[in-house]
């Protein structure tokens, strides 16, 4: 009987450390290669800009002293987006830190958004420290978009990774 409760507990305290580690990679795009056009040259600061795609509309600004890099933004919904789909069910977006090739050397994910309604806006702020050889940086997204009807569809712009 002891035995048995031992191993209970020894199971239940490993699953409940495993929960407590992220599961977001940080090595998975690293090397990819993002789409020149969506980047962004980083200078020592920005007043407020706009990045937009197809599904993706952000609002930001950032500021850069020597390695330090500070960005806030507000993320919402393009209105080809809002068209065809009402309600959210996940959405990660992240900003990669890019290269003089924009290959990406490092990322992290800035927001993450779960059900609501694609009129919705939501705000993000990030400061992180700059590796030396960044130059650039761009947003990138993956996540599920649903209609009135409950059709889903996986919606994404991500870096292309090299298979």
Known sequence: MK???????????ALSLSG???????TLYRGAKADPKGAITLSA???????????????YSYTRQGNQFNIDGTFAFSDGAKINYQFIRRLKLK?????KEMRVVEYREVLRVLGY????Q??????FTLPENVVAFTFGYEGVLRDDEGFSNT????PKRNR
Do not use: M
């Open 3 to 13: 035995l048995k409760l031992a191993i209970i507990l020894s199971l239940f305290f």
């Open 20 to 26: 407590c580690q992220t599961t977001t990679s940080t």
């Open 155 to 158: 919606i994404w712009n991500l």
């Open 117 to 120: 309604s694609l009129e919705d």
């Open 122 to 127: 939501d705000e993000f702020s990030a400061e």
């Open 95 to 99: 900003l990669f830190l890019l290269d």
């Open 45 to 59: 600061e920005q007043p407020l800009q706009h990045w937009q795609d197809t599904y993706v509309t952000i609002d």
